[in-house]
């Protein structure tokens, strides 16, 4: 606390009546920064179709990992169970929910493939784009933003192409 009492210029008092404890800020700022990194993908997902959707979504993870990997890290690295509490995961492991749940949905709504099968195809795109994160904030090089995008896109059409979902290039 006395650090960011410091960098506000006042003491610890303030700080620990606003937000009562390091737990309450950490959860605060994980909201408030979670709103504010992916707060233009439900803007850019607006009247897309599913594959467009799906391929939007995966080049903003990859863009805020690129631009804001401290953030990124925050959010997405770092144990968020430590930040916001067991309540929001029920005690469910991650693998439980459906990844990228929006755009599943219109994936789903949008063609006739089993919704298992789709679910599976999406999941491990998410994961595999995740992993190109990864790479992006941990790299001393780091991987250009555009190579990941492709990568990210490649892996996509593979897994919902063998379930004769076909991409077009235009997501690219």
Not at 78 to 84: K, S
């Amino acid at each position: 606390r006395s650090s960011i009492a410091n960098k506000l210029g006042c003491s610890t008092q303030p700080v620990s009546w606003l937000f009562g404890s390091m737990t309450d800020l950490k959860k605060e700022l994980y909201f408030y920064s979670g709103s504010r990194l992916y707060a233009p993908m439900t803007e850019a997902l607006k009247g897309k179709e599913a594959l467009e959707a799906f391929f939007i979504s995966g080049k903003i993870y990859l863009s805020n990992a690129c631009d804001h990997p401290h953030v990124f890290r925050f959010l997405n690295v770092d144990d968020p169970m430590d930040t916001i509490g067991d309540d929001v995961a029920e005690g469910r492991s991650i693998f439980e929910f459906q990844f990228d749940e929006d755009v599943f949905k219109l994936l789903s709504k949008e063609y006739d493939v089993s919704p298992k099968l789709l679910g599976e195809a999406v999941r491990d795109t998410v994961i595999y784009t995740h992993g190109l994160a990864l790479m992006m904030i941990f790299d001393n090089y780091r991987m250009p933003k555009s190579k990941a995008i492709k990568m990210m896109y490649n892996m996509g059409v593979t897994l919902l192409g063998n379930l004769g979902i076909k991409a077009d290039k235009k997501f690219c």
